[in-house]
């Protein structure tokens, strides 16, 4: 709700009712918000902090535009922490739907399974899986895209598991041992002595709409997620 519309409206009430100091304001959401929109990693979690500060805008500003000038109202802070109580009733039921998704409980009974070398996802897209808070496995994951250009058959010399919609077709080397609503989890029936692997970094997947549209961070040495156990 609060990005949708009332962000946008709440900062040019702000600034045509004149908010104490609202230059203050406007420059702190402007250093989150900015930031945010330049890096190509976007995360809810990163402009947490403009939600209060915006919370506190709409409520101050809509209190200026109902109250008569010259006089004064004690009602912005009532409003505030309504809007405070609302905001985080829609976070927790947020929070408890989206940790229901079948596919991030997909990555989570992969996260408690042995030798997981690999894994390959068919049925979503990198910004939907959780990424490795729910696999927190050292072990790459593909996209369609990235195999796109082998054949099913071949899938078995790459991962070891596959996560898939229910009615996806049959793969060959491949059989369920999960079914979560309408994904499966599959599991390579004959798994090679070693697995083949893409070129690149397995744990950087390419993210359409991001990759080589904006600048991407790079780290001297290079970052490694899971470093190579010693001895």
């Not at 304001?25 to 918000?33: E, F, H, K, N, T």
């Not at 940790?99 to 979503?124: I, M, N």
């Amino acid at each position: 709700m609060f990005s949708a519309g009332v962000f946008p409206a709440t900062i040019g009430l702000a600034i045509k009712r004149r908010v104490p100091f609202w230059g203050l304001w406007i420059s702190l959401l402007a250093s989150i918000l900015v930031v945010h929109s330049w890096i190509p990693n976007k995360q809810y979690r990163f402009v947490f902090a403009a939600v209060p500060i915006c919370i506190l805008l709409t409520a101050i500003a809509y209190v200026a535009h109902q109250t008569p000038r010259g006089k004064k109202s004690q009602r912005p802070g009532k409003l505030a922490w309504f809007l405070v109580a609302y905001s985080c009733l829609g976070i927790l039921i947020t929070t408890m739907l989206l940790s229901k998704h079948p596919v991030l409980q997909g990555y989570l009974f992969l996260s408690r399974q042995p030798q997981v070398a690999a894994v390959l996802d068919l049925k979503s897209e990198w910004y939907e899986t959780g990424g490795y808070y729910y696999f927190h496995q050292a072990a790459p994951i593909y996209f369609r895209q990235d195999l796109a250009a082998i054949a099913p058959a071949a899938y078995g010399e790459y991962v070891s598991n596959i996560l898939c919609p229910h009615d996806q077709a049959v793969i060959p080397g491949f059989t369920t041992v999960k079914t979560i609503r309408n994904i499966d989890i599959r599991r390579n029936s004959a798994p090679p002595e070693q697995y083949r692997q893409l070129p690149g970094d397995p744990y950087q997947p390419q993210q359409g709409g991001v990759d080589g549209v904006l600048p991407q961070p790079v780290f001297d040495p290079p970052l490694q997620l899971f470093p190579p156990a010693e001895g």
